[in-house]
């Protein structure tokens, strides 16, 4: 069985102050990984994705994760917050090999302190 | 391209109705289609998954004669919720995918379930 765990359910941080946002994964085969967005009342946007390959993934709106197979972790991180990256954002796991099922971490709301 | 859209996006409804909500792929092929729902501040949960065609797949503790799931063409799959009840107010999410987009789900904007 696949899960995900993300550490923290509420982050605050400064405009322009790091964003790190923690997700580590249980997978029994190679797994694909997914961090999306969701702003209040609409549906999930993909931010970044790892399959396989390069293990520092980058994705839209200057966020960047890192597969770090050793430690199960794909934490997603942005060197300077904005105001607009106010939202709730979800980790995800899937089986490699075509199984396509998601399964979503409990979510972290990101706030930030102008 | 890789658009998903829900109809409708906001819908109440007395309690003991059916409600259908329906999920289109605008710009693809959808094989699979997925359903999930979303409890206030909470994750999304993954309730079936349904492949052209065929009947839905549905998660353990999910009523499939409560939750239809019809997935007739390869852009549209309709969630009906029957003899809706308070305790089925949430937020239903579509995703949808097609062969060889390498495991992405496309997300449509999510359907707020509201019965009174």
């Known amino acids: 069985a696949q899960s995900v765990t993300q550490l923290g359910s509420h982050v605050s941080v400064s405009e322009g102050a790091l964003v790190l946002l923690r997700c580590n994964y249980s997978s029994s085969v190679p797994p694909y990984l997914f961090w999306y967005v969701q702003y209040p009342n609409q549906g999930l946007q993909l931010l970044l994705k790892?399959?396989?390959?390069?293990?520092l993934v980058k994705g839209i709106n200057g966020f960047e994760a890192e597969f770090k197979k050793s430690e199960t972790s794909f934490h997603l991180t942005k060197p300077s917050a904005h105001m607009s990256d106010a939202a709730e954002y979800f980790c995800a796991v899937s089986y490699n090999f075509g199984n396509e099922k998601l399964t979503f971490g409990t979510g972290t709301r990101l706030t930030i302190i102008p | 391209g890789a658009v998903v859209s829900q109809h409708p996006s906001r819908v109440i409804c007395k309690s003991g109705t059916s409600v259908k909500i329906e999920c289109r792929s605008l710009d693809f092929q959808a094989t699979t289609m997925f359903w999930y729902r979303q409890f206030p501040k909470q994750s999304l949960m993954l309730m079936a998954t349904?492949?052209?065609?065929?009947?839905?797949?549905?998660e353990q503790g999910v009523e499939k004669d409560k939750f239809l799931i019809n997935h007739a063409s390869l852009t549209l799959s309709t969630l009906t919720v029957t003899s809706a009840h308070p305790e089925d107010s949430s937020f239903y999410i579509c995703?949808?995918?097609?062969?060889?987009?390498?495991?992405?789900?496309?997300f449509g904007p999510g359907t707020r379930l509201t019965v009174l």
């Open positions: 995703s949808a995918r097609t062969s060889g987009m390498n495991n992405e789900q496309f």
């Open positions: 790892y399959t396989t390959g390069a293990t």
């Open positions: 349904s492949n052209e065609g065929s009947k839905a797949t549905y």
